[in-house]
Nanobody
Framework: QVQLVESGGGLVQAGGSLRLSCAAS????????MGWYRQAPGKQRELVAS???????YSVDSVKGRFTISRDNAKNTVYLQMNSLKPEDTAVYYC???????????WGQGTQVTVSS
């Protein structure tokens, strides 16, 4: 079973930046579409951005122009660069592989992002 370890979260003021990392164990990382999700208190987990094995990128409208997803297959790692952060970006952020629109692996512990106004 693949293990996912997210890191890089923290407390930042509005307008600030953070770079999240997600390291995956195993040898199948490079073949999978990877996504970053977030879950705010009292809300459902939502997909924020994804990147295919070939590098095609998708992001939700609320983060376009602010968040950038990237991956390093040699390191089995996917990143999320978050700029111009807003208080509404406050959430626990998770990564996972995506297959047919669904998460594929067990969830990691996530990394908390808190944006103060």
């Amino acid at each position: 079973q693949v293990q996912l370890v997210e890191s890089g979260g923290g407390l930042v003021q509005a307008g600030g930046s953070l770079r999240l990392s997600c390291a995956a164990s195993g040898s199948t990382f490079r073949f999978n579409t990877m996504g970053w999700y977030r879950q705010a208190p009292g809300k459902q987990r939502e997909l924020v951005a994804s990147i295919t094995s070939g590098g095609s990128i998708y992001s939700v409208d609320s983060v376009k122009g602010r968040f950038t997803i990237s991956r390093d297959n040699a390191k089995n790692t996917v990143y999320l660069q978050m700029n111009s952060l807003k208080p509404e970006d406050t959430a626990v952020y998770y990564c996972n592989a995506i297959v047919l629109g669904r998460s594929r692996w067990s969830w990691g512990q996530g990394t908390q992002v808190t944006v103060s106004s």
